[in-house]
């Protein structure tokens, strides 16, 4: 179940008892510190928006195009710009599936474009002019473009002809969607994407998404065959911004990886009773002022170096993902 969260004019007080007694949050942060903490930032976090992504990139390759030549019609470029019920591994973080039927909507309402290169001055179709076809049958979204009879157009045929472009890739919105845990806990959650709003088509030089590497899976084990904490900490939280709902495991996976962190942050520690009013001075004369100090073997920060490296944590477990 998710964390509570403030209700419309419940304030400050009446959201941290409802909070702290909360079941699931006595059941996933026993410690009343933690439990605290974690309700003071769901406060603190109640006026700021989802952080849903609102484009998403994905590509396949022009093994599924033709480049149609017939007679005096002009050239077409046809083929499936989606697959249906096909898995793909996005970004080593989760697996990937569209549902038949998710573009039924968009394709029916929506102005959709298609581009060279995703470039908005180069556009070689749109389905409002019919010269972007857009339907779905039982294997995906099949797309038919008419490029325009202009220098950009020309060369988006020749150079598809060529094969010096040989991928196609598209823009769009996740409307609906569903997540489903594995048994494994060692496989990645599956996202089926069930409503698509789709802005556009494009063939690309380069795919803004390629499929996952081994190098990019390996960095979620340790050499003992485990799971990195930390990393998949990160791929949690990456998966959570993208729609996935949390359970209490995995929540709890997050606040492992903080703790891990924890000795980044540690306050300062003095060998005397008063502590002194600036921070330590070095003196060789070179500004030490983001180095750790070391005073009976305790390492630890100025105040602005804590928040700074506060901060790289946050960005580090948020890190934002090629391809967005």
């Not at 823009?171 to 609906?176: L, N, Y």
Request: proline content about 7%; charged content about 30%.
């Amino acid at each position: 179940m998710p964390m509570p969260k403030p209700k419309k004019n419940e304030d400050q007080d009446e959201f941290m008892d409802r909070c702290m007694g909360d079941d699931v949050m006595v059941e996933d942060f026993p410690d009343e510190k933690q439990r605290f903490a974690v309700c003071q930032q769901q406060w603190k976090d109640k006026d700021k928006k989802a952080m849903k992504p609102d484009r998403e990139l994905r590509y396949l390759s022009f093994d599924n195009w033709e480049l149609r030549e017939d007679g005096d019609k002009p050239p077409r470029l046809v083929g499936y710009a989606s697959v249906f019920n096909q898995e793909a591994e996005i970004f080593g973080l989760w697996r990937e599936m569209v549902a038949p039927g998710a573009f039924k909507k968009t394709i029916a309402e929506n102005d959709i474009r298609a581009l060279w290169n995703h470039n908005t001055d180069l556009v070689l179709g749109r389905n409002k002019a019919k010269t972007l076809q857009l339907s779905e049958d039982k294997h995906g979204l099949n797309a038919e473009i008419t490029p325009p009879d202009t220098q950009a157009g020309r060369d988006a045929v020749t150079s598809i002809n060529r094969g010096d472009v040989s991928q196609m890739s598209i823009a769009f919105q996740t409307i609906k969607q569903e997540w489903q845990e594995p048994e494994n806990k060692k496989d990645l959650p599956l996202r089926i994407l069930k409503e698509i709003k789709l802005f556009e088509v494009s063939p690309v030089t380069f795919p803004a998404f390629e499929s996952t590497n081994i190098q990019t899976r390996s960095g979620l084990y340790l050499p003992d065959g485990e799971i990195d904490p930390l990393e998949e900490a990160r791929r949690l939280m990456r998966c959570a911004e993208w729609g996935l709902n949390l359970t209490a495991e995995q929540r709890q996976i997050i606040a492992a990886a903080v703790e891990l962190y924890k000795p980044f942050l540690l306050e300062p520690v003095y060998s005397h009773s008063d502590e002194p009013e600036t921070e330590p001075e070095v003196a060789d004369g070179n500004d030490h002022s983001s180095e750790p100090v070391f005073l009976h073997d305790e390492a630890f920060y100025s105040a602005i170096e804590r928040e700074r490296r506060l901060d790289q944590i946050r960005q580090t477990i948020m890190a934002e993902t090629p391809g967005r």
